[in-house]
């Protein structure tokens, strides 16, 4: 029995032996170098505001003045008119077409539907026109984000409008359309901090114009970051926690808008219509996804011109401008929001 033991022994010996000998010369290069696979960076920041995926909101500016609009091509005097209030339905999707950590591309719709409540038009057909009918600003949008490696990225994006004051849908000619667009190129420098620079066509001044852009979005501290996107809008942010974020800041919106008037030069004018808003703005988790969104500041008027031609700049084809006063506003939606 004891020359059993020791046969196996020695047996058990040379199979650890031979394991080993087996694993000093295995080739473990034909795995490959896990510190080899290409990383890329993200698109946000650390307590950055969620990205909406569905938004519907309303929006009201209080009373204000309309002042210097002219009556008719044939009569250039000019009337002064109150506007009781306007009233704004505003809705917005951004939907992940692909989304991987290499390539981001969505797409999106929005709405800005702006209903002015004009004290006694009269018979002004500009201001009857503009207190009876809908300014609607309607498109379509693409946003690519393209991550080059951890450090560098690419957004490229991309919107078409139809706007106008509009009677019926056989009002939506080529001339009620708008293009914006916008490359960045940047940098993520950490999970906290990410810059970028580029140019931009935009019609958020009113009229088309193309400028430098600048992007940075920078968490400084678990409280305190900023989200800015200059010149279009800029925001200092304070998370109360993840879920309960405070805002303030201001953005610029607007477009041109067409619309049918026949007492005008040519039957029809173009509103070039712009805000500057500074505000402060609360967004607050309800539940799950969802989340409540509420912001309250002042309407600034940029621009109110309104022009003979499609994209005009020149004061010979100014139909009138009008230095609209400045009222407070506040808007309220309920957003869906991705992870």
């Known amino acids: 029995m004891r020359k059993y033991w020791i046969i196996a022994l020695c047996c058990l010996s040379a199979?650890?032996?031979?394991?080993?000998?087996?694993?000093?010369?295995?080739?473990?290069?034909?795995?490959?170098?896990?510190?080899?696979?290409?990383?890329?960076?993200?698109?946000?920041?650390?307590?950055?505001?969620?990205?909406?995926?569905?938004?519907?909101g309303y929006e009201q500016h209080g009373s204000f003045t309309m002042p210097d609009v002219r009556f008719s091509n044939a009569r250039p005097e000019t009337e002064t008119y109150s506007v009781n209030r306007v009233s704004a339905l505003r809705f917005q999707v951004n939907v992940p077409v692909v989304s991987t950590n290499r390539f981001i591309w969505q797409l999106g719709?929005?709405?800005?539907?702006?209903?002015?409540?004009?004290?006694?038009?009269?018979?002004?057909?500009?201001?009857?026109?503009?207190?009876?009918?809908?300014?609607?600003?309607?498109?379509?949008?693409?946003?690519?984000?393209?991550?080059?490696?951890?450090?560098?990225?690419?957004?490229?994006?991309?919107?078409?409008d139809a706007n106008g004051v509009f009677q019926r849908i056989s009002d939506v000619t080529g001339q009620a359309y708008t293009f914006s667009g916008a490359l960045i190129y940047g940098w993520k420098k950490s999970e906290k901090n990410m810059i970028g620079t580029g140019i931009a066509r935009t019609y958020r001044a009113g009229q088309m114009i193309h400028l430098p852009v600048l992007f940075w979005n920078k968490t400084f501290n678990d409280r305190w970051g900023m989200e800015l996107l200059l010149p279009a809008r800029g925001h200092l942010r304070y998370n109360f926690s993840t879920s309960n974020i405070l805002?303030?800041?201001?953005?610029?919106?607007?477009?041109?808008?067409?619309?049918?008037?026949?007492?005008?030069?040519?039957?029809?004018?173009?509103?070039?219509?712009?805000?500057?808003?500074?505000?402060?703005?609360?967004?607050?988790?309800?539940?799950?996804?969802?989340?409540?969104?509420?912001?309250?500041?002042?309407?600034?008027?940029?621009?109110?011109?309104?022009?003979?031609?499609?994209?005009?700049?020149?004061?010979?084809?100014?139909?009138?401008?009008?230095?609209?006063?400045?009222?407070?506003?506040?808007?309220?939606?309920?957003?869906?929001?991705?992870?």
């Open 15 to 56: 199979s650890v032996h031979a394991q080993q000998d087996s694993s000093d010369v295995f080739d473990y290069s034909k795995f490959g170098d896990a510190e080899g696979v290409k990383r890329f960076c993200t698109q946000k920041v650390l307590n950055q505001t969620p990205l909406r995926v569905v938004s519907i």
């Open 109 to 160: 719709a929005s709405y800005w539907g702006s209903r002015f409540s004009i004290e006694n038009p009269g018979f002004n057909l500009f201001a009857k026109s503009l207190n009876e009918n809908t300014m609607t600003s309607a498109g379509i949008n693409t946003t690519i984000f393209k991550p080059l490696d951890e450090k560098r990225f690419l957004i490229i994006q991309g919107s078409l």
């Open 247 to 339: 805002q303030l800041g201001f953005e610029l919106e607007g477009n041109q808008f067409l619309m049918d008037l026949p007492n005008s030069k040519n039957g029809t004018v173009f509103i070039q219509r712009s805000e500057l808003k500074p505000r402060i703005m609360w967004d607050k988790k309800i539940s799950g996804f969802f989340w409540l969104s509420a912001q309250a500041g002042l309407r600034y008027n940029w621009r109110f011109d309104v022009m003979d031609s499609y994209n005009a700049r020149n004061k010979n084809q100014l139909y009138f401008s009008s230095q609209l006063s400045n009222p407070l506003y506040f808007n309220i939606s309920i957003n869906f929001v991705s992870p």
